[in-house]
């Protein structure tokens, strides 16, 4: 909760540059938890999709909240589709909120739960108004609240229609940008497509070092523990993963690593710290870890030393 009014107290407050959603949304989705197992979840996203312009971690909120309330909506599972599509409106159009005339790109994020009943949905923006009863996860009931608020921020548009027979779709309309996404400092960097998933319990941290390694084209998950990281390299393979030395819930970087290489034994790891854990640093590295990195963490230094671990390693993925 405190996150999210912190969201609404900085409303405006944030960096303008070109975004790509596509890449925000499988972000977004390399982090979706607690699935249930007969969720499908399907992506149709525009291969040209344009930029837009806003920012990043705003961006990721309001897609991660859609996302999160449609998984909440299936608990039993069901089909969670994502769509993205350059389109011109040519009149004002939509359901309850009318999208003026211009040139956008549209995210829909559809779920097929029972839908959102006739006489509440126009209540669904009120702050602190929720559908979540006792029985299912309690939330704040200000998910959409912070939806639309970073939407109209971006100077965008938030629409839905919702059915018990058809389920709930969301559609978020946000100005397109024919600025490019900045790659002066790209130019010099040699990126990639391989799987990298980065380990930090961090929130921050973790998502500056997947940032600055999408822009270089890298597949990137982010978890936010030793726990969490080997749960996960057990169902999807990585060809690095980049870790954190302190972590707080009893499992550091060099016994994450200790652990993912009883699953791999030839794993290429990369760790970064921010204190001087000499021993453990050492062990680290007497395991096979390739690199230290010293944080906070730029671009050129991380992006180097990926890539130069990538090249000195086979590639490693067995599930994608």
């Known amino acids: 909760i405190n996150q999210q009014l912190l969201t609404l107290g900085r409303r405006g407050h944030y960096n303008q540059e070109p975004v790509n959603i596509n890449l925000i949304v499988k972000h977004v989705l390399d982090q979706v938890y607690d699935k249930p197992d007969k969720l499908k979840i399907e992506t149709?996203?525009?291969?040209?999709?344009?930029?837009v312009m806003g920012g990043r971690s705003q961006i990721f909120r309001v897609i991660s909240n859609l996302v999160n309330n449609a998984r909440d909506a299936m608990p039993e599972g069901g089909s969670l589709n994502i769509r993205t599509k350059?389109?011109?409106?040519?009149?004002?159009?939509?359901?309850?909120?009318?999208?003026?005339?211009?040139?956008?790109?549209?995210?829909?994020?559809?779920?097929?739960g029972p839908g959102i009943p006739e006489e509440i949905q126009n209540r669904i923006l009120e702050p602190f108004f929720s559908t979540k009863t006792?029985?299912?996860?309690?939330?704040?009931?200000?998910?959409?609240?912070?939806?639309h608020a970073v939407i109209e921020d971006h100077h965008g548009y938030l629409d839905w229609k919702s059915s018990p027979e058809q389920g709930t779709s969301f559609y978020v309309y946000l100005p397109i940008t024919?600025?490019?996404?900045?790659?002066?400092?790209?130019?010099?960097?040699?990126?990639?497509?391989?799987?990298?998933?980065?380990?930090?319990?961090d929130r921050i941290q973790r998502n500056v070092a997947a940032n600055l390694l999408e822009k270089l084209g890298y597949n990137v998950a982010t978890v936010a523990s030793g726990k969490k990281a080997i749960e996960y390299v057990?169902?999807?393979?990585?060809?690095?993963?980049?870790?954190?030395?302190i972590m707080p819930d009893?499992?550091?970087?060099?016994?994450?690593?200790?652990?993912?290489?009883?699953?791999?034994?030839?794993?290429?790891?990369?760790?970064?710290?921010?204190?001087?854990?000499?021993?453990?640093?050492?062990?680290?590295l007497s395991m096979g870890a390739s690199k230290i990195l010293r944080k906070p963490l730029t671009l050129q230094v991380l992006g180097q030393a990926v890539r130069e671990i990538l090249d000195k390693n086979p590639k490693t993925t067995a599930k994608v």
Do not use: W
């Open 44 to 51: 149709d996203l525009q291969e040209d999709l344009l930029n």
């Open 86 to 112: 350059n389109i011109y409106v040519d009149q004002s159009s939509g359901y309850y909120n009318k999208v003026k005339t211009g040139e956008y790109v549209c995210l829909t994020i559809s779920d097929s």
């Open 134 to 147: 006792a029985d299912k996860k309690k939330g704040s009931g200000l998910g959409l609240s912070i939806v």
């Open 178 to 201: 024919r600025d490019k996404i900045h790659k002066s400092v790209t130019e010099n960097l040699r990126g990639g497509t391989e799987r990298l998933l980065i380990v930090d319990d």
């Open 234 to 245: 057990k169902n999807f393979r990585q060809d690095l993963i980049i870790l954190d030395m």
């Open 250 to 284: 009893g499992m550091d970087g060099t016994e994450t690593y200790r652990k993912i290489l009883e699953i791999y034994p030839d794993q290429p790891a990369l760790v970064m710290t921010g204190y001087a854990e000499a021993e453990r640093v050492k062990l680290a």
